[in-house]
Nanobody, 117 residues
Framework: QVQLAESGGDLVQPGGSLRLSCSAS????????MGWYRQAPGKEREWVAS???????KYADSVNGRFSISRDPRKNAVVLQMNNLKPEDTAVYYC???????????WGPGTQVTVSS
């Protein structure tokens, strides 16, 4: 059973930075795709960023240029560096993993990010 564990959520002032981490356990394989989603109060969960094997990175328009995703495929871990945070970035951030292309996603329990002065 694959399990994901996120860490790094916190309260930060506008313009500040946070670094979210996620590690996967329970699979001997290098994970095909890892990424981040977020869900703000009263809103649907939305995609934030993804990184595939081969280091192909994709970002939502709302975070492009401010967030950076990276991974260590040997450790099945992914990091989301978030800079110039805005109040609208406030949400629960969820780690997502797809073990094999076309497979069902796995989800972490989430970590809270709050951007407020």
């Amino acid at each position: 059973q694959v399990q994901l564990a996120e860490s790094g959520g916190d309260l930060v002032q506008p313009g500040g930075s946070l670094r979210l981490s996620c590690s996967a356990s329970g699979t001997p394989f290098s994970i095909y795709q890892m990424g981040w989603y977020r869900q703000a109060p009263g809103k649907e969960r939305e995609w934030v960023a993804s990184i595939l094997t081969g280091a192909i990175r994709k970002y939502a328009d709302s975070v492009n240029g401010r967030f950076s995703i990276s991974r260590d495929p040997r450790k099945n871990a992914v990091v989301l560096q978030m800079n110039n945070l805005k109040p609208e970035d406030t949400a629960v951030y969820y780690c997502n993993a797809i073990i094999r292309r076309g497979g069902d996603p796995y989800w972490g329990p989430g970590t809270q990010v709050t951007v407020s002065s």
